[in-house]
């Protein structure tokens, strides 16, 4: 089933907002999609012609109608974790933009402000060897994004890669 457009507009913003997709990467996605219909919608040619990640962002922000929040949140949780599983390193990075859209309550559908600014802290600590088993912290933000992006139901199990520390040695 496609997803309506807001929907899908909301998630390429939020994945832009979290330096998931790139600018280049929309205006690419946005120059095929324009010559699919006789006539484009506006923000779609706004994508397109973005010189900046806010505009591209202010583009997205102009499809009218509803998004589908459980869908953008699964998605966007979906891409974090591929994130995740390529480069455990962006731990930090990823706990940094959970932490901001709990104290924003931004997505209340991807889990409440305390589970989403739990995150960075703990990961920066453990990292720093203050408090806490990077490892550890590692392995709990992989299965927050697993159980909020479906994989966890899907039976979809984790990279052969555990989410290291790194080698401090």
Not at 41 to 57: F, T
Not at 87 to 97: A, F, T, V, W
Not at 143 to 163: H, I, K
């Amino acid at each position: 089933m496609q997803p309506n457009l807001k929907t899908l507009a909301e998630t390429k913003r939020r994945l832009l907002q979290a330096g998931l997709v790139t600018v280049e990467q929309l205006i690419a996605w946005a120059d095929d999609r324009i010559a699919e219909p006789d006539q484009p919608p506006y923000w779609l040619i706004a994508v397109s012609m973005s010189r900046s990640k806010q505009e591209a962002v202010d583009a997205l922000g102009e499809v009218d109608g509803a998004a589908d929040a459980t869908a953008v949140w699964q998605e966007v949780a979906r891409c974090l974790l591929e994130a995740f599983d390529r480069e455990p390193e962006r731990d930090s990075e990823i706990g940094k933009y959970l932490y901001y859209l709990g104290m924003n309550e931004e997505a209340p559908t991807l889990g409440t402000m305390g589970e989403l600014m739990s995150f960075w802290d703990s990961i920066d600590l453990a990292r720093d060897r203050v408090y806490g088993d990077l490892v550890a912290e590692r392995l709990r933000l992989r299965e927050f994004l697993a159980l909020r992006s479906g994989a966890a139901q899907q039976g979809v199990a984790p990279d052969d890669r555990s989410p290291s520390a790194p080698d401090r040695g």
